[in-house]
Structures are given as structure tokens and as C-alpha cells.
């Protein structure tokens, strides 16, 4: 995987709370969202505060409502939080414009859903090729990229498949595949397995491990099951919309 | 942003993945289209033909008819009193400068024999001056001339219909009918001018000498009455001077005093073909107003079912929007597939509306014309409805939560 050896200089030593000196790929301080349902208020993220190193592999758990979705969202740049800043690589995101956001979801960060979330009647390629639609990347050269993806999580061979015609595994891959093929420094994934057996399970985390430890890739996943979470190097808990629990392992 | 081909392809995967709707919205197109082709393009035969008809008549024409009998207060209408005069006909030409030529006309009907067909039809005394005001040539033959004027020559010209009824594929040229029983040898047939847009066949026509019709065919009150003359003004400009003129000049002859009322009608024929022309050209603008709002309802329904298809691709939409698509990436994908809609939908209504004004102008013996002009309004009316009804829907998807979107069932 050539193209993605130069993220690994970005990420350099892959070691989580690195001195202060490294500035942390996702800063998030004092974070909070509030939803308004009619007359109810309620606070889905209260005032949380978290950063995550680049190369890092980070799982996420808490019950269900406990704002680890919500915290996704933010650092996904498909939400703006309510208040307190959130900096991405350094840069005050919170403050971007809808295109701006866009564009950085466009160019850093992957997402890969519990429910796969592919275009149906469109080719296993043509899902992969969809970010880079979106930046004036030419025909040939998104092609030969998706193509690549799709190798990178093994469906070389699969590409002309419709999303109906592949397995929930080898979908989750196909979504893994387009998460990656704009060079994202971030895959974020919100429950990948969450409808996966127990085997594919497993084979789609050593993808991300893969991912992470290969390309450098800072992998963050929410999961409902203790077995994901250990994949992760990095344990962080939600409860009731705060942080309760951040843990590191000794060694992957 | 995102590349043409890219979303024109996205837009018609979308528009196949629902081939009955998309069929169904762009019918509104199609009879839209259509229906603003043909009705311009019958406009516009139906103008053709009252320009035709314009040109059949001859130019610049002025028809002068004589005075109407008031019997006991009853009118009888123009023409019943013949008070216009030969001498009349020649005064006008000789000292009104706004006229090029005068024909005066003397006409009845009468049942004309060749062997052992016969046929009723318009005889007409006149001078050699007709052809040239009327701007008729002779087919066949000679057009009969001063001299068989002066000598009252018992010759005639024949319109092509009387020909036909008469003689069939023969040439009349030479031959010698019997009008009114009085034979009559035929010196020429008259070009077709076909019908005028009364349906007036202006084929089924004689024309003899006026001397003749006078003397032989249709008794005068007195000689040299005449119940109407045509009139030939120097140009379209003109016309209006010669009619001036000539009520001036007739008024004085007659010995009209002032306050009386004209013993006769100029009638301005070209004008009132004018009129035709304008009241056709109208009607078109009015036909295609018409057809346009099937268009606008076609529109409407594209509108309504790309509101739907943003609906049911709510997913869709957030997926793209979560992978990079900017607002206008969003609106531009939807627009185009509006725009592919109304654009396929058009072409359709286009081919349509051509081959049904064809078919129409031929039922109407109209001169058929697809005016390049109404497809190419039409077919950008069509572009227009759709960016125009394609933007709402498109500008809603855009401004779509991704969040919700992607959990949207």
C-alpha cells in the first residue's frame, strides 16, 4: 500500500498521550450538545473534554443515549457542537461553513455505519469511487483508486457486485473501501459489527487493526460489545453524556 | 464540484431505476411539448395561407363597387345599383397619380356547354388590365387583348377548374364553348389560383371582354354600367391615397354634394388581408399561451415527483452529503434529473407535435410548416420548466440533515 505510506510520517510514533509537545489529531474541549425537542431540553454531551493522537485506535462504548453518537457526529464534522470548541488537526472547526465541513469530511475522515449505508442498484466501484466525485479527482484516476481500495480490504475481485449481491461482511468492507479511498486520516466507525456474526465480526476489526498499524490510520469505533473494544488500544466509557472511563492498554 | 457526465449518468440511473413514474412525469412534458409545437405551427400554416391568399389576390388591390338601391327606405346592399361607368374606370386611372391600373368588371352567372358536358360557373367582362391586377398569368393560350375589346370579340379566358369540369385533360385552347348559347372560342386557361379563405374556388371563373359580356351576355341598364371595378395602387403605401382619391374623384363625377352619401364603396382588399394576417398571428400567440400551460402543468407534476424522489432517497442524499457532496452538489444532481426529464420529455413532445401538425395542416389542407422557431422555444420552455420546478425539490435535499438523513428508514 504505497499510497498510503506518507500518512505514517503525519502520525509518527503511534504511541496515545504523547507529550504535549505533539499536537493531538482531534482536540475536543468542553464540548457540549444540547437538543431541544419541543420543551424538553436535553443535554446529549456535557462539557466533555478529549483528545486523540494520530495512529491512535480509540473504541467507544456506553449505553444506549449516553452521547458516544453524538460525540461521533461532532468529531465527524456532521454536527456542530452546542458549545465549546473542537479542534481537528489544529483548526477551530466548530466555526466552518457547511461546505467547509464538507470538504474536510471529504478529505480526512471515513465513516463506516452499522447499517453499511451503501447506494443500492450502484456498483461495489461506484460506491467506492463516491467521495472523490466530490473533488474533481478525473474518471480514470478515481477508478484506479476505488480499484485499490477495494483490494486494500480484499474485493479486488468483487468490484462489479451490487451491494445485493455481496454478503453483510463483504459490504462492510466495500464501505471500509470508500472510508479509506480519499487517503482519510480518520475512519470513524459507529457500530461496524453491530450486524455482523461473530466470525465476520472479527475479520472486519483485523481490517481496521491492519488499517491502523499498516497505514497509520487513526481508527475510532463504537461498540455495545467488549470483544470489538478490545480490539482498540484506547477505552474510552460514556455515561449519561460525560466521559466516565478512559483507559489505555499496555500493548495492542 | 461534481463533473457533468458524473451526474447527467447518476441522473439517468435514478430516472431508469423508476421507468413507469419517470415515464408517466414526462408525458406531462411530451403533450406540453407538443402541443405548444403544434399549435404554433398551425398558427403559423393558418397565417401562411392568409399570406397566400394575400398574394392570390394581387397586390395593393382596391375594389371599387357601385352604390346600393334604396327602395322605400330599404337598402339593398352594395353593387344592386349600378352607378359606376367604363368612363369611370378610365377617369380613375387617367387622373388619380395613386393608381396604376383599373379593370372594370361586369359579372353573372351563366351555364356554359362544350359538347356534352356543361358546367355553371362566374362570367366576368372585363379588361386585358385584370391579369395584371389580379397578378394572374395565362397557362395556356393568350390572354385576350384591346382589340378584342374594341370589337367585342366573342372570346374568353378560362379558369382552371371550368377547364377541367369542361374538358378534362384536354387543352381548351382553340376550342369553342357555347355561354349563355352564344359560342365562344377559348383563347386561354388561367393559372391555378386555388380557393380563397372563404372557399371561394377562384378557379371556377370566365373571362370574357367587357364589350361582350355588355353587349351579348348580361344586358346593361345602361351601356357602359358596370357593377364594380378592381384597382390597382402604385404600392402598399399608396393605397390609402387611392382610396381617397378615387372617392374624391368620384364624388365630383357623380355630383355628390356635401353631406350626401356616396353612391358607391372603395373597398381596401389588401388591408383587410392585413387585418387576416395580424387577427392569425394573434390567434397563434394565443393557441401557443394555451398549450404552454399543459406545459407548466407538466412542469408541476415534475416537481411533485422529484419532491418524492427526495423523499425516498433521504439515505440516499445523507450518505453522499456525509462522504463530501457540497450543497450545490446535491442541488445540481437533482436539477439535472428534473432537467433530464423535462429535456427527454421535450425531445419526445418535439417529434410528437411535428408528425400531429403535419397530420393536421394535411386535414386542413393547411400549408404545412414545423417552424424551427416553436421547437426551439418550445424545447428551451421545456429546459426552463425543468431547472425552474427542479430547483425546490433539489434546494430541500440539499439543505438535509446528514445526521438524519443516514437514519432515515
Not at chain 2, 393605397?239 to 381596401?268: K, Y
Not at chain 2, 427527454?344 to 389542407?365: K, P, Q, R, T, Y
Not at chain 2, 426551439?376 to 420552455?381: R, T
Request: charged residues 15%.
Amino acid at each position: 500500500m504505497p499510497r498510503r505510506n506518507d500518512l505514517g510520517m503525519q502520525t509518527g510514533g503511534t504511541t496515545p498521550h504523547s507529550p504535549e509537545t505533539v499536537l493531538p489529531l482531534i482536540s475536543v474541549q468542553q464540548v457540549s450538545k444540547i437538543y431541544t425537542l419541543g420543551e424538553h431540553r436535553v443535554t446529549a454531551l456535557n462539557s466533555i473534554s478529549v483528545s486523540i493522537h494520530a495512529g491512535d485506535f480509540v473504541a467507544i462504548m456506553g449505553p444506549s443515549g449516553s452521547g458516544k453518537s453524538t460525540f461521533m457526529n461532532i468529531i465527524g464534522c456532521l454536527d456542530r457542537p452546542s458549545s465549546g470548541t473542537y479542534y481537528l488537526n489544529g483548526q477551530d472547526v466548530g466555526t466552518l461553513s457547511r461546505d467547509c465541513l464538507a470538504e474536510i469530511r471529504n478529505k480526512t475522515i471515513g465513516f463506516v455505519f452499522q447499517g453499511f449505508n451503501l447506494l443500492p442498484r450502484t456498483t461495489a466501484l461506484e460506491n467506492v469511487e463516491l467521495p472523490l466525485l466530490y473533488n474533481g479527482t478525473p474518471a480514470h484516476e478515481r477508478r484506479e483508486r476505488a480499484l485499490e481500495a477495494l483490494r486494500v480490504v480484499g474485493l479486488g475481485d468483487r468490484w462489479h457486485h451490487y451491494p445485493n449481491q455481496l454478503s453483510g461482511g463483504q459490504q462492510q468492507r466495500v464501505t471500509i473501501a470508500r472510508a479509506i479511498v480519499n487517503n482519510a486520516s480518520i475512519v470513524l466507525a459507529d457500530e461496524p459489527t453491530g450486524n455482523l456474526d461473530t466470525k465476520t465480526s472479527m475479520e472486519i476489526m483485523e481490517l481496521f487493526v491492519r488499517l491502523n498499524q499498516t497505514a497509520g490510520i487513526t481508527i475510532i469505533v463504537v461498540t455495545h460489545e467488549p470483544d470489538i473494544a478490545a480490539y482498540g488500544r484506547r477505552l474510552i466509557r460514556f455515561l449519561d453524556g460525560v466521559i466516565v472511563g478512559d483507559e489505555v492498554k499496555g500493548v495492542a | 464540484m461534481i463533473s457533468v457526465p458524473v451526474i447527467t449518468r447518476i441522473a439517468f440511473r435514478a430516472l431508469r431505476a423508476n421507468t413507469m413514474r419517470s415515464g408517466l412525469t414526462m408525458l406531462g412534458i411530451i403533450i406540453g411539448v407538443a402541443a405548444v409545437i403544434a399549435m404554433i405551427s398551425i398558427g403559423a400554416g393558418a397565417r401562411q395561407r392568409v399570406a397566400n391568399e394575400v398574394a392570390s389576390m394581387g397586390s395593393n388591390l382596391l375594389i371599387v363597387v357601385s352604390g346600393s338601391t334604396s327602395s322605400g327606405g330599404a337598402r339593398m346592399g352594395a353593387g344592386s345599383d349600378p352607378t359606376l361607368t367604363i368612363a369611370d374606370a378610365e377617369a380613375i386611372l387617367r387622373e388619380c397619380p395613386a393608381v396604376i391600373d383599373v379593370a372594370p368588371l361586369q359579372s353573372g352567372t351563366a351555364q356554359v356547354v362544350y359538347g356534352n358536358q356543361n358546367w355553371s360557373t362566374v362570367v366576368m367582362g372585363t379588361t386585358p388590365s385584370i391579369l395584371n391586377i389580379r397578378e394572374w398569368r395565362v397557362a395556356s393560350g393568350k390572354p385576350f387583348t384591346d382589340q378584342d375589346e374594341r370589337h367585342a370579340n366573342k372570346v374568353c379566358l378560362m379558369g382552371a377548374t371550368v377547364a377541367e369540369k369542361l374538358f378534362g385533360a384536354f387543352d381548351p385552347v382553340g376550342q369553342v364553348v357555347r355561354i349563355k348559347k352564344i359560342p365562344f372560342t377559348v383563347i386561354g386557361v388561367l393559372e391555378r389560383k386555388g380557393q380563397t379563405l372563404t372557399g371561394q374556388d377562384q378557379d371556377d371563373i370566365i373571362y370574357v371582354p367587357i364589350t361582350t359580356a355588355q353587349k351579348k351576355l348580361f344586358r346593361a341598364l345602361f351601356p357602359g354600367m358596370i357593377q364594380f371595378m378592381m384597382v390597382k395602387a402604385v404600392s402598399t403605401e399608396a393605397l390609402e391615397d387611392a382610396q381617397e382619391q378615387i372617392t374624391a374623384l368620384l364624388r365630383q363625377r357623380h355630383r355628390i354634394g356635401s353631406g350626401q352619401e356616396n353612391d358607391f364603396t372603395v373597398r381596401n382588399l389588401t388591408q383587410m388581408m392585413q387585418t387576416a394576417i395580424t387577427i392569425a398571428r394573434v390567434m397563434t400567440v394565443l393557441l401557443g399561451a394555451i398549450a404552454s400551460i399543459s406545459l407548466l402543468v407538466g412542469g408541476i407534476g415534475i416537481m411533485n415527483i422529484m419532491l418524492v424522489s427526495v423523499t425516498e432517497r433521504t439515505r440516499e442524499i445523507g450518505i453522499r452529503i456525509a462522504v463530501g457532496a457540497k450543497t450545490w452538489d446535491i442541488r445540481l444532481q437533482f436539477i439535472m434529473e428534473a432537467l433530464t426529464l423535462s429535456l427527454v420529455g421535450g425531445c419526445i413532445g418535439i417529434v410528437l407535435g411535428s408528425i400531429g401538425s403535419v397530420a393536421v395542416a394535411h386535414a386542413f389542407h393547411l400549408p404545412s410548416g414545423i417552424s424551427p422557431l416553436g421547437v426551439l422555444i418550445s424545447f428551451g420552455f421545456a429546459a426552463a420548466v425543468g431547472v425552474f420546478f427542479g430547483f425546490y425539490p433539489a434546494y430541500k435535499a440539499s439543505l438535509l440533515n446528514p445526521i438524519e438523513a443516514l437514519r432515515y428508514e
